[in-house]
């Protein structure tokens, strides 16, 4: 039976966030708007289209898209020069995952360019037989739809499903979607995950495997 693992990309396989803190700053500099690394901080993670109103007042759809377009073409320049490499452990996780015949899959809030630029500079593309973007979905997290899809294109039940998290809305988007939860902490805030850890360096070998028997003994009342 299909098991499969869906990955969080920013702040859970990389950490981009210096790179979407210069992007937007720079972005919104062009547009007029003095933005501080606070009020970045508080969006973090949330779709463009959450964000933008909430610096320009009165944007349109369109000149939302367009600001948005600015800000992710100037964050994949600065991945592109700058490079990036994988968070600890999300290398060895990935690979090993893939070795031992889990299907894995991103599930990110990022355009789909965004995910194809990060995957191919930290070289982990082949781990990952579907990604699921900005553009495949309408709601943001902490709604489930983009691990539902995620797991659906993997041919994945949300049973046979872990998602790998750093953020309180995707562990609550995962526990939504029915599936378990490995909440990785970020600057050690607590996350409700199944399993949380400050880093992936953290978990134990059999770790997933784990994870996913305990979620079918739940599931079948067995002790």
Same mark, same amino acid.
């Given at each position: 039976?299909?098991?499969?693992?869906?990955?969080?990309?920013?702040?859970?396989?990389?950490?981009?966030?210096?790179?979407?803190?210069?992007?937007?700053?720079?972005?919104?500099?062009?547009?007029?708007?003095?933005?501080?690394?606070?009020?970045?901080?508080?969006?973090?993670?949330?779709?463009?289209?959450?964000?933008?109103?909430?610096?320009?007042?009165?944007?349109?759809?369109?000149?939302?898209?367009?600001?948005?377009?600015?800000?992710? =073409?100037?964050?994949?320049?600065?991945?592109?020069?700058?490079?990036?490499?994988?968070?600890?452990?999300? =290398?060895?996780?990935?690979?090993?995952?893939?070795?031992?015949?889990?299907?894995?899959?991103?599930?990110?809030?990022?355009?789909?360019?965004?995910?194809?630029?990060?995957?191919?500079?930290?070289?982990?593309?082949?781990?990952?037989?579907?990604?699921?973007?900005?553009?495949?979905?309408?709601?943001?997290?902490?709604?489930?739809?983009?691990?539902?899809?995620?797991?659906?294109?993997?041919?994945?039940?949300?049973? &046979?499903?872990?998602?790998?998290?750093?953020?309180?809305?995707?562990?609550?988007?995962? &526990?939504?979607?029915?599936?378990?939860?490995?909440?990785? &902490? &970020?600057?050690?805030?607590?996350?409700?995950?199944?399993?949380?850890?400050?880093?992936?360096?953290?978990?134990?070998?059999?770790?997933?495997?784990?994870?996913?028997?305990?979620?079918?003994?739940?599931?079948?009342?067995?002790?």
């Amino acid at each position: 039976m299909t098991k499969s693992v869906l990955w969080d990309l920013d702040g859970t396989l990389v950490d981009s966030e210096q790179y979407h803190w210069l992007a937007w700053r720079d972005t919104m500099a062009a547009e007029g708007v003095s933005l501080t690394h606070e009020e970045f901080l508080k969006t973090f993670g949330l779709r463009n289209d959450a964000i933008i109103p909430q610096w320009i007042a009165d944007a349109t759809p369109e000149r939302i898209n367009e600001v948005a377009n600015a800000k992710e =073409r100037h964050y994949r320049r600065l991945v592109r020069e700058g490079g990036l490499e994988p968070l600890p452990g999300a =290398r060895h996780w990935a690979e090993r995952l893939a070795q031992e015949g889990w299907l894995q899959a991103i599930a990110s809030s990022a355009p789909r360019e965004n995910v194809d630029v990060v995957l191919a500079v930290i070289g982990l593309a082949p781990c990952f037989q579907a990604i699921v973007s900005a553009e495949d979905v309408t709601l943001g997290k902490p709604d489930p739809q983009v691990f539902l899809t995620a797991a659906a294109r993997l041919s994945s039940a949300p049973a &046979r499903s872990i998602v790998v998290e750093d953020a309180p809305a995707g562990v609550e988007a995962a &526990r939504r979607a029915g599936m378990a939860s490995i909440g990785v &902490r &970020r600057n050690g805030s607590p996350l409700p995950a199944d399993l949380a850890v400050s880093s992936l360096t953290d978990l134990p070998p059999d770790a997933f495997s784990c994870l996913l028997d305990s979620v079918f003994r739940r599931a079948s009342g067995s002790a």
